[in-house]
């Protein structure tokens, strides 16, 4: 799910399908990662996070999934709706010399599920 | 939602002058961000504060600089506005600095002409 340019990657479903969208993330030391979901014109909106001692993490029809060796994480939607359309973006955090981390968040998957 | 409001919501302006934009918090977090978000770019962060009057600087701040002089309030301030600055502006708050969610604001649209 990484995007090129101005494009973003781009997923499209049908209603009640399942959905996984892709990130690979950066930096093999971060150690704690989040998902968020952005509808046109608003702010991102987190849905679920995991951290790095985990490999698997479910909420209400979401779950993400966590493989360090290849620095890669997913996000799976179950029964995808047409509320379920947005961008979705992971997120990273860098451990830093303070108590604060860096978040740095990938470009984005564009979902669009169909009726 | 998280009580976050930003102010204004758009904002047209001249470059070369200077805007001010506001972040409001009702949570009572002590973290809190400023991102922008461009197409290509995604969101990057320009500054954050870890408590009242101390602040630092994000992956982008050149022509930022930020206030926080209660809790509560965050202000980002382009101090001479130019054409790179038009974005979009992300307030987030978070309650603890590391390995927590953050939450975010509707954004403010500004647009240096």
């Known amino acids: 799910g990484e995007s090129v340019g101005l494009h973003l990657p781009t997923l499209s479903v049908q209603e009640g399908d399942n959905s996984i969208i892709n990130c690979a993330y950066s930096?093999?030391?971060?150690?704690?990662f989040i998902w968020y979901k952005q509808e046109s014109g608003k702010g991102p909106q987190f849905i679920i996070d995991i951290r790095s001692n985990m490999d698997k993490r479910q909420g209400q029809r979401v779950t993400v999934l966590l493989n360090k060796t290849v620095k890669h994480l997913s996000l799976q939607i179950a029964a995808t709706q047409p509320g379920d359309s947005a961008v979705y973006f992971c997120?990273?955090?860098?451990?830093?010399?303070?108590?604060?981390?860096?978040?740095?968040f990938g470009q984005g998957t564009i979902l669009t599920v169909h009726p | 939602d998280a009580g976050i409001t930003q102010s204004p919501r758009h904002k047209v302006t001249e470059t070369g002058t200077p805007v001010t934009l506001r972040c409001h918090q009702t949570?009572?977090?002590?973290?809190m961000y400023w991102y922008r978000q461009d197409p290509g770019h995604g969101l990057r962060l320009i500054h954050y504060?870890?408590?009242?009057?101390?602040?630092d600087k994000g992956e982008v701040s050149d022509g930022y600089s930020v206030s926080r002089s209660k809790t509560e309030d965050f202000l980002l301030t382009l101090e001479s506005a130019t054409s790179s600055q038009t974005s979009v502006y992300f307030c987030a708050i978070s309650r603890t600095g590391y390995n927590t969610e953050a939450f975010f604001g509707q954004g403010t649209r500004l647009t240096v002409v």
């Open positions: 949570e009572n977090h002590r973290y």
């Open positions: 997120a990273e955090n860098i451990p830093g010399g303070t108590s604060y981390g860096k978040l740095t």
């Open positions: 930096n093999s030391a971060s150690d704690y």
């Open positions: 504060s870890y408590g009242v009057k101390d602040t």
